[in-house]
């Protein structure tokens, strides 16, 4: 908008002019009705009242002006109880703000208890933003164990349109039994969330049975159609939906599936730690080394350092292949698995030289053991070559 300072000229001159022609009209307006000739005369409940044109338009003018007086005085005290409830529901909520903040500075300082009482009393003055006031409510109850009052709470929040997913997230953590019905209601409530879909895939997989692993694995394919995952993370998960079933096929003692699973798993996912270990047993020689090799190489794990370790021959030869292709790697647990394979095969210079690779911030107490184990089998080492000199 422009000042009026900063206005063009033009703009000035034509607000002038404006105001001019609207006092000339009414000028003109006035001679005209005081030359104007004639009387008026108004009859009603036997009076009769007489009187010239102007003064009959002037009279108008204030009967108008007095109605809407009238008027306004009505709408006064016609609106002053919507103004006092106004005012009621105000006080109200500056009442449930206070309570709000003292309880997130109790929130915050761990005084859970006083948190919930807080947020509780907000809830009570401010019914309209309940929803917020119950979530910082259920998070003070479950942090401070007080999980039926978080339970219950959770509950309403599932009900609550745009709190759904924190009241199913929140009845989660707190279940302690088969988590299983309760995703398949979030399911039904919250059909394109990821955290529910990828959450009841899990479950459908603990259940090993055959109906929900099919459930699992078309739920791969809706999470892949709503792009919350990547086609890898497709195939690692279809690698899973086959490791369950290979689970499935190991709880009834079928051989024949278990390697028919295991294989597929391998085949959708080769590099994942799980496909690796489950089809290691099935795989012989150096194609179980190389597996394992590319697996770890891609993905260090410490599940995969242990299967390695299970599945591998602990001997020289190994050592020198996975320290060829991995000596370069800063990865810690790389580092502490060519350590590892070093000690089997005991090369005990090599692996404390390896070992001493590490940042001094994770020599814990599994670094400590081995170390110890390392001298151990140094001492050995040196009394038998004593004892042949």
Do not use: C
Not at 105 to 129: I, R, V
Not at 274 to 297: H, N, R, T
Not at 305 to 322: C, H, S, W
């Amino acid at each position: 908008m422009v000042s009026p300072v900063q206005s063009p000229r033009w703009k000035r001159a034509f607000s002038i002019f404006w105001i001019f022609l609207r006092l000339s009209v009414l000028f003109f307006l006035i001679l005209w009705i005081s030359k104007l000739p004639g009387d008026v005369s108004v009859s009603g409940f036997g009076y009769t009242l007489k009187m010239n044109v102007p003064f009959a338009i002037g009279g108008l003018f204030v009967l108008l002006a007095v109605t809407y007086f009238i008027f306004g005085l009505l709408r006064f005290f016609l609106g002053f109880g919507q103004y006092m409830r106004s005012m009621f529901y105000r006080n109200r909520r500056k009442k449930a703000d206070l309570n709000f903040k003292e309880g997130l500075s109790f929130f915050f300082s761990d005084d859970l208890a006083k948190a919930f009482l807080s947020f509780k009393t907000a809830a009570k003055y401010d019914p309209e933003q309940r929803s917020v006031y119950h979530t910082f409510m259920a998070l003070s109850a479950l942090n401070s164990h007080q999980k039926g009052e978080a339970k219950i709470i959770f509950e309403e929040l599932t009900h609550a349109q745009d709190l759904k997913f924190l009241g199913y997230f929140g009845l989660y953590q707190i279940e302690e039994s088969s988590k299983l019905p309760l995703l398949e209601r979030a399911f039904k409530d919250l059909p394109v969330h990821k955290w529910v879909l990828e959450k009841l895939f899990t479950a459908y997989g603990d259940s090993l049975s055959k109906e929900n692993i099919s459930k699992a694995e078309g739920l791969v394919g809706r999470l892949y159609e709503l792009r919350h995952i990547t086609k890898k993370q497709r195939q690692r998960m279809y690698a899973d939906v086959n490791i369950m079933r290979m689970k499935m096929a190991k709880r009834d003692r079928d051989q024949t599936a278990i390697k028919l699973y295991a294989e597929r798993a391998y085949d959708f996912d080769s590099l994942y730690a799980q496909s690796v270990i489950a089809f290691a047993p099935f795989v012989e020689g150096s194609k179980k080394l190389k597996m394992f090799l590319k697996a770890f190489e891609a993905e260090p794990t410490s599940e995969l350092a242990e299967a390695i370790q299970k599945n591998l021959p602990l001997d020289v030869a190994t050592f020198r292949v996975f320290e060829e292709r991995l000596e370069s790697r800063t990865d810690p647990q790389v580092i502490f698995l060519l350590g590892l394979l070093a000690f089997h095969a005991q090369l005990w210079g090599r692996a404390k030289q390896i070992l001493n690779l590490l940042p001094k911030d994770l020599h814990d107490s599994r670094y400590q053991m081995l170390i110890y184990q390392i001298e151990q089998g140094e001492n050995k080492e040196y009394r038998k070559k004593s004892l042949s000199s």
